[in-house]
């Protein structure tokens, strides 16, 4: 099976940073994902890496490191609206499928 | 980007009762479609992948005639709950899958069986 793990809960204050870790253990590696997932709504796409380095997209950066089966999500300038369940997702090889880690609870306070 | 429409939002059904949700792919075609169950607080749990033309492939302890799945288009796939209990309540997601890197989710049933 497939064993990814992050944090469970981080709280951070709002205009800050807070970097979201997510370690992975899995047969093979096809690129890896992380979604945002607000209260009772479907999770949306937030970035996908699958070589080495840092991908910035915004607020929002990742970075993946394959020969540690490492990744964070990296979230400045953080807003009201970005409390939300961040969710780390692995893909292997030959499978479309993705594994789930069992999410991050964010809370930003005022 | 790509929409996937998923349908009902929300339901509301009797024990014993049977319940069907449909995920749309409204501007591509999607071979594979994928089903997922979250419970509060919890990560999604892939239930099966929905092949078009073919039986689905359930997950390890997902009963497949407890959790029906016909994927007859390639824009359509169906989840039908068949005698629902209190313990089948739960986020029920789809996603669909194009080929690309990202995959494309559905906005999820709430199933509520009374």
């Known amino acids: 099976g497939q064993n990814i793990d992050q944090p469970t809960e981080m709280t951070a204050t709002e205009g800050a940073i807070v970097q979201i870790n997510c370690t992975y253990q899995?047969?093979?590696?096809?690129?890896l994902f992380w979604y945002q997932q607000h209260a009772g709504e479907a999770p949306t796409f937030l970035s996908y890496?699958?070589?080495?380095g840092l991908e910035e997209k915004g607020r929002f950066s990742s970075f993946l490191s394959r020969s540690k089966g490492y990744s964070y999500l990296l979230l400045k300038e953080l807003q009201m609206k970005d409390s939300a369940s961040y969710l780390c997702?692995?893909?292997?090889?030959?499978?479309?499928?993705?594994?789930f880690g069992a999410g991050t609870t964010v809370t930003v306070r005022a | 980007g790509a929409v996937v429409s998923q349908h009902p939002s929300r339901v509301i059904c009797k024990s014993g009762t049977s319940v069907k949700i449909e995920c749309r792919s409204l501007?591509?075609?999607?071979?594979?479609m994928f089903w997922y169950r979250q419970f509060p607080k919890q990560s999604l749990m892939l239930m099966a992948t929905?092949?078009?033309?073919?039986?689905?492939?359930?997950e390890q302890g997902v009963e497949k005639d407890k959790f029906l799945i016909n994927h007859a288009s390639l824009t359509l796939s169906t989840l039908t709950v068949t005698s629902a209990h209190p313990e089948d309540s739960s986020f029920y997601i789809c996603?669909?899958?194009?080929?690309?890197?990202?995959?494309?989710f559905g906005q999820g049933t709430r199933l509520t069986v009374v």
């Open positions: 996603s669909a899958d194009r080929g690309t890197t990202e995959a494309f």
């Open positions: 899995t047969s093979g590696f096809n690129g």
């Open positions: 890496n699958v070589l080495d």
């Open positions: 997702a692995v893909r292997v090889p030959n499978d479309y499928k993705l594994s």
């Open positions: 501007d591509f075609q999607a071979t594979t």
């Open positions: 929905s092949n078009e033309g073919s039986k689905a492939t359930y």
